[in-house]
């Protein structure tokens, strides 16, 4: 199970940390992904890091705004969004993929379990 938090509205520019908590299963074993959804737009891979956090992956959309990072010993998975802008408004899950391997992937079809959701919305 999991359950993501920290949405929010803020104004251009600002920052936002989500947080999603994993119960159930050995946490160290997911791969943890982070994707959006705004409204009338398909869901979207946002960033994802592997069990380790030796590999890590971000849409070219976030790359050096969202830094993801994970906490095995707490079951955690965050997301720290920086210089936040009104495109970046939408729903935000967390989603794991069980698997052997540690690489990352940015397909959501590859991801068992999802979160419910938080939304983000960025004023301009």
């Known amino acids: 199970q999991l359950q993501a938090s920290g949405g929010g509205l803020v104004q251009a520019g600002g920052s936002l940390r989500l947080s999603c908590a994993a119960s159930?299963?050995?946490?160290?074993?997911?791969?943890m992904g982070w994707f959006r959804q705004a409204p009338g737009k398909e869901r979207q891979f946002v960033a994802a890091?592997?069990?380790?956090?030796?590999?890590?992956d971000y849409a070219d959309s976030v790359k050096g705004r969202f830094t993801i990072s994970r906490d095995n010993g707490k079951s955690t998975v965050s997301l720290q969004m920086n210089n936040l802008k009104p495109e970046d408004t939408a729903v935000y899950y967390c989603?794991?993929?069980?698997?052997?391997?540690?690489?990352?992937?940015?397909?959501?079809?590859?991801?068992?379990?999802w979160g419910q959701g938080t939304l983000v919305t960025v004023s301009s």
């Open positions: 890091i592997s069990w380790s956090g030796g590999s890590i």
């Open positions: 989603a794991a993929e069980k698997t052997i391997v540690e690489i990352t992937t940015t397909d959501l079809d590859e991801y068992d379990y």
């Open positions: 159930g299963d050995t946490f160290s074993r997911y791969v």
